[in-house]
């Protein structure tokens, strides 16, 4: 069976930047992911459409199609009264919006009472190098269909997300 939209893959994986490892699969625990519905960067899914289980590739993802370009515009400086807690640069902490999204930041540096903070995702700008083994591949479930992501063994399948 070959990957294609609604077809849930099982892969291992070790992403790499500048030749340091940033993020792996653990041995034994594929990342699951449902084919065509973003649950994975968009660079990764399109070079592993049509691949099948028992496949080996290395892909190469620009960071337009993997956590988009650096933007300066997301360096803010933010009052030190707006943190609940001590503040560590180099922390990732969320902010929440008016519409209860949450969004990811990161200390960037203190002074005063002011705290430069990132809002890019850390791997932004960044040329991300995936070496994957496909797993396995199966149809999806009506339930990971509705949900619009795959479900493990554990997951409820009655939640809603």
């Known amino acids: 069976m070959n990957i294609s939209n609604d077809k849930v893959v099982e892969i291992e994986y070790t992403l790499t ?5 940033v993020d ?6 594929p990342l699951t992911y449902l084919q065509g519905h ?3 960067i968009s660079g ?10 028992g496949d080996h590739m290395m892909v190469t993802v620009q960071p337009k199609d993997g956590y988009g370009e650096r933007n300066e515009d997301d360096i803010q400086v933010i009052a030190r009264e707006d943190f609940e807690d001590d ?7 969320f902010a929440q919006a008016e519409d209860g999204s949450v969004t990811p930041f990161t200390v960037m540096g203190l002074d005063g009472d002011d705290v430069t903070v990132d809002f890019n995702p850390p791997l932004a700008g960044e040329v991300l190098n995936f070496d994957v083994t496909i797993k396995s591949v199966r149809d999806a479930t009506e339930d990971e269909l509705a949900h619009g992501h795959a479900h493990g063994e554990d997951d409820d399948q009655d939640d809603e997300f």
């Open 17 to 21: 930047v500048n030749g340091e490892v």
């Open 24 to 29: 792996k699969s653990e041995s034994g625990e």
């Open 38 to 40: 973003g649950n994975i």
């Open 44 to 53: 990764l899914e399109k070079a592993l459409e049509g691949k099948s289980a």
């Open 87 to 93: 503040i560590e640069v180099g922390a990732t902490y």
